[in-house]
């Protein structure tokens, strides 16, 4: 057999940025077609509240086609800074955005007969002086801008899937132990029998993606009791932040159907796995001219993915705030339990190192395990491929090698070896996390120093706000939130 890159390739080859799931008929004739009555057009707020406002066919129709004057629906802009019914400081009654819907995030909700859902731009009602109707803490116009700077600066794209873990519970009474829906192990056959509930609401969960126009790959029961993952295929950027919105309502809905409760929340029980989004990315470009100083940390790897890695890992800490920005997503961080760790690392098929090498040469990508479900999708890619893009523009050389052996089981020569002498820690709360935002100048560039303080102001307003009297109470908070 010949020794070629070809014979080293195996599973799905994701070569370049994916043509879009969604339909490509994108006018409004096309798109409201005669089944659809009610059309929910729906934002993300800072701390990943998805809400929606729910327009009959017919009104959405008149609000696109008014000749003359801008599409959308106003909104108080409080709803950036809203947490349950407080807001954060800086924002109060005053003013409104216009909410202008994108027809390109178009999915029809199979989950809801008659339903569409569309996601949309936040822009000011009268334009500013000096920078028009854009609203610089929109948080998919943050996405669109890094993707658009990292075409023009680097000449580079991304694609990003996830990993979506979730638990399903049957009703509870507060106080009383979780009921799990499913209690075998990690996919085991016991945990997905023909006529359960739990058979019955994943399959009607994918087949609700797959009728929507979202790649599935798989679904399987997971470790932890009543856990399991619908894994969704890669797509650029902000597709993929709209796609695991959709994903996200589809489980829910899905579940409450049926009786159940869906929980993305981070870990339940100290006994047992937590709850990521695992978030797989890829880096696309044209050929670069070799570059022998790091080529020998990674040598499977090109300049630019090296690049990449090494932009992401000196400012994971930072990155940390938009990925892990609650207190309980730091139940789940912990070294040892094959959640990525705790030390800023990266490994090829290494589970305790928050950055996996996965796939075979020439078609590699990198699994980010330091995610989970409580952060906003499109605010973490934002911070990720921010982080990143800025490594590759800088042409920033990798400086760990690849881990072989988990971090925090290496000894001092061992880490000294791999680069990681002096290894950068992940943040151990999100209060560090905070901290290592607002002192990383890097990143508040990359996303903005108005967005990074409005962000950080109205996170640590949900800190608060996510407390309860025990730490029983606190899980059951977030088993309601998310």
């Not at 159907?257 to 339940?268: I, V």
């Not at 560090?432 to 935002?437: E, I, P, Q, Y």
Request: hydrophobic fraction near 40%.
């Amino acid at each position: 057999m010949a020794d070629s890159k070809e014979t080293q390739a195996y599973g799905v080859l994701y070569a370049s940025p994916a043509a879009s799931s969604i339909t490509n008929a994108k006018t409004l004739n096309e798109l409201l077609t005669p089944d659809i009555e009610f059309v929910r057009v729906q934002w993300l707020d800072l701390v990943n509240t998805i809400r929606f406002r729910v327009l009959p066919s017919a009104y959405f129709r008149k609000l696109l086609s008014q000749p003359g004057s801008r599409s959308g629906i106003c909104i108080p802009k409080i709803v950036l800074g809203l947490v349950g019914l407080k807001s954060a400081p800086g924002f109060g009654a005053i003013g409104e955005y216009l909410y202008v819907p994108d027809l390109s995030s178009w999915r029809v909700c199979t989950y809801a007969p008659g339903h569409a859902s569309v996601m949309g731009w936040f822009e000011e009602k009268t334009p500013l002086p000096r920078t028009g109707v854009l609203v610089d803490l929109c948080p998919r116009t943050l996405v669109a801008r890094i993707i658009r700077e990292a075409r023009e600066k680097a000449g580079v794209s991304f694609l990003a899937g996830v990993e979506s873990e979730f638990i399903l519970l049957r009703p509870t009474v507060p106080g009383l132990p979780f009921q799990f829906v499913g209690d075998a192990d990690w996919s085991c056959s016991a945990k997905t029998r023909t006529g359960t509930a739990e058979a019955t609401v994943l399959e009607e969960i994918v087949r609700d993606l797959l009728a929507a126009g979202v790649e599935v790959q798989m679904y399987h029961a997971e470790a932890a009791p009543g856990q399991y993952e619908v894994i969704t295929g890669p797509l650029p950027p902000l597709e993929a932040a709209d796609t695991l919105v959709f994903t996200r309502e589809t489980i829910y809905n899905v579940a409450s159907k049926h009786g159940l409760r869906a929980t993305f929340a981070p870990r339940l029980s100290s006994t047992s796995c937590g709850s990521g989004a695992h978030t797989h990315v890829s880096v696309h470009g044209p050929p670069t001219a070799a570059r022998p100083s790091d080529e020998a940390r990674a040598p499977t790897l090109t300049p630019t993915e090296r690049s990449f890695v090494q932009g992401l890992l000196a400012h994971l800490p930072a990155v940390c705030a938009f990925t892990l920005p609650t207190s309980a997503s730091y139940a789940r961080m912990v070294d040892g339990i094959w959640s990525g760790g705790t030390y800023a690392a990266w490994g090829t098929d290494n589970r305790e190192a928050p950055v996996r090498l996965c796939g075979p040469r020439g078609h590699h990508h990198f699994e980010v395990k330091c995610v989970d479900a409580t952060a906003s999708p499109h605010l973490a890619l934002a911070a990720i491929f921010g982080a990143g893009l800025r490594g590759i523009v800088e042409g920033a050389p990798l400086l760990v090698h690849d881990c072989v052996k988990p971090v925090a089981e290496m000894s001092a020569e061992e880490r000294a070896a791999v680069g990681l002498a002096n290894p950068l820690r992940l943040p151990q709360t999100v209060a560090d996390a905070r901290r290592a935002l607002a002192a990383d100048e890097t990143v508040r560039d990359v996303l903005g120093t108005n967005f990074v303080d409005t962000y950080l102001s109205v996170n640590e307003t949900f800190e608060k706000y996510m407390e309860s009297g025990s730490a029983q109470a606190t899980v059951e908070k977030f088993v309601q939130y998310f």
